[in-house]
């Protein structure tokens, strides 16, 4: 069986398909209709909705509104540029009369400045927009880089560089280019510049900083677009890669995940003969042979899931793709020798992929895993789930304002998780932005947009930097796809 990157990632983008077979349908019965026969009356809206409803922004960022109307024969559609968007206070933050582009003008002293937006269409009630604009906060441009990639990996290394290696350029085959960003003043007006190439191209693949400050990169697909069973080590002190022993089962779209005892495990992913996996192998730098050796095998084969390591040292595996969306759960606990083990868990509430889990640190729910997004398949999806291991429960946690996959989940150092970016159906490259801020009690927790990325981009990398000398902790965010091809810049964001 022969699974194409190009087929792989049109199964994790079902959406675009479901609109090209819509357009096809829409067609079809358009040219029924010209042969006679009572035309179908047209669909009358019947319920418009505005997300978000809450925007903290910065002065001189912008965030945007949306509308959205559900009609009566079922489906939805975005109808901004219909709703007459107006703010209550120009000194404190514009919006396009028809965009619903809200920009931060000022802010109070000390305290973020307050107004709200009005949304406005005939025949409809609409809820009002509440906005705060703070001073900090921001989102700059950070450097280009040649080529443009997307399905890239990255990775912080210990002296607080970024290593970006991998992913694909505009043909679609792997690149082998590795660069460093460097967010040191010094290193401001060049701020990338290239370290030694992979000894192998690849796109899909993962990244994982080992304890002894080296980089791990294992599998993904290669140059010829095959599976790649290839792995090898970035040393930062000598910019050198050092090709390593292959893996057991060449896979992408996997999972790497550093244990507690400095061990490496990979899970499951795709692989270009055999078809989706349920394997795992787990590599010890430690070892005298430092060979991946296989591990237990998961109970259900999936990819495109996620992998977070809980505070007791057990990894939970969460949903993903085996042919259709995953619901079901797994929990992989090591063992002090040989083979860990895989235990069934409660299942999510809804099936998705192609989403992000985040361990949470503080607050009620610290220790509990927020799972965000992702596609069901069918629908993009913007519910959030929250587990908790003490209870082996699945709580709903609220929405997004925008649902989205592939996007990027950052946990800050407040405790708070930045979403970024991503696709839809209605946007396959987004700019918007999206926190969550945990509860000081109870599990729900609150979802606020924050100001948008420069531009959109959906299959980029997001890297939490080091604290700047103002104490500042900001996103990297780099490359990814958007709709005129591979992004070639980053941009910092805060």
């Not at 179908?40 to 978000?52: E, H, M, N, Q, R």
């Not at 409809?124 to 950070?142: D, E, F, Q, R």
């Not at 022993?245 to 550093?258: D, E, G, I, V």
């Not at 607050?363 to 519910?383: Q, R």
Request: glycine letters at 12%; hydrophobic letters at 40%; a neutral charge.
């Amino acid at each position: 069986m022969f699974i194409s990157r190009e087929v792989m990632k049109n199964l994790s983008n079902l959406s675009f398909a479901r609109f090209c077979l819509a357009c096809a349908i829409g067609i079809a019965l358009m040219l029924i209709g010209c042969g006679g026969g009572s035309p179908t009356p047209p669909a009358k809206l019947v319920g418009v909705s505005i997300s978000p409803t809450s925007v903290s922004i910065a002065v001189g960022t912008t965030v945007g509104l949306n509308a959205t109307g559900t009609y009566s024969n079922g489906k939805t559609a975005y109808i901004t540029n219909q709703v007459t968007w107006t703010s209550a206070s120009s000194v404190i933050a514009t919006v396009g009369i028809n965009t619903g582009v809200v920009t931060g003008v000022s802010a109070g002293s000390g305290v973020p400045a307050t107004t709200f937006i009005t949304p406005t269409l005939a025949g409809w009630t609409l809820p009002v927009v509440n906005v705060k604009v703070s001073t900090t906060g921001g989102v700059t441009a950070s450097g280009n880089f040649t080529p443009g990639r997307f399905d890239h990996a990255a990775a912080l290394l210990t002296d607080g560089r970024v290593l970006v290696m991998g992913g694909y350029k505009a043909n679609g085959k792997a690149l082998d280019i590795a660069e460093l960003y460097d967010p040191s003043p010094s290193a401001s007006l060049v701020p990338w510049t290239t370290t030694t190439h992979l000894n192998q191209g690849r796109g899909d693949h993962t990244a994982t900083m080992l304890n002894n400050g080296k980089v791990l990169v294992a599998g993904g697909v290669n140059t010829a677009q095959i599976g790649e069973p290839s792995t090898e080590l970035y040393d930062p002190a000598a910019s050198s890669w050092t090709p390593i022993s292959n893996l057991n089962t060449t896979r992408s779209y996997h999972t790497a995940t550093l244990l507690t005892n400095g061990k490496v495990l990979l899970v499951g992913g795709a692989n270009t003969v055999i078809g989706i996996l349920n394997s795992a192998e787990i590599y010890d730098p430690a070892a005298p042979s430092a060979t991946w050796v296989a591990d237990a095998s998961l109970h259900t084969k999936r990819y495109s899931h996620t992998a977070t390591l809980l505070a007791n040292g057990k990894v939970l595996v969460v949903g993903g793709f085996d042919g259709s969306a995953l619901a079901s759960v797994e929990l992989y606990t090591p063992a002090v020798s040989g083979p860990g083990s895989w235990t069934q868990l409660p299942s999510l509430t809804t099936a998705r992929y192609s989403h992000t889990a985040t361990l949470l640190i503080t607050g009620p729910n610290a220790g509990k895993v927020l799972v965000v997004g992702g596609s069901d398949g069918i629908n993009d999806l913007a519910s959030a789930e929250l587990y908790d291991p003490a209870n082996n429960t699945w709580s709903q946690v609220g929405s997004l304002g925008t649902p989205r996959y592939n996007h990027t989940a950052s946990l800050l150092p407040t405790g708070q998780v930045q979403v970024m970016g991503g696709s839809n159906a209605n946007n396959f490259n987004l700019a918007s932005v999206e926190l969550y801020t945990p509860p000081a009690s109870g599990v729900q927790g609150t979802w606020v947009a924050t100001h948008d990325l420069v531009r959109g981009r959906v299959t980029h990398t997001a890297t939490l930097l080091k604290p700047d000398t103002n104490n500042i902790s900001k996103v990297l965010v780099v490359g990814g796809d958007d709709l005129a091809g591979p992004v070639p810049d980053s941009e910092l964001y805060w």
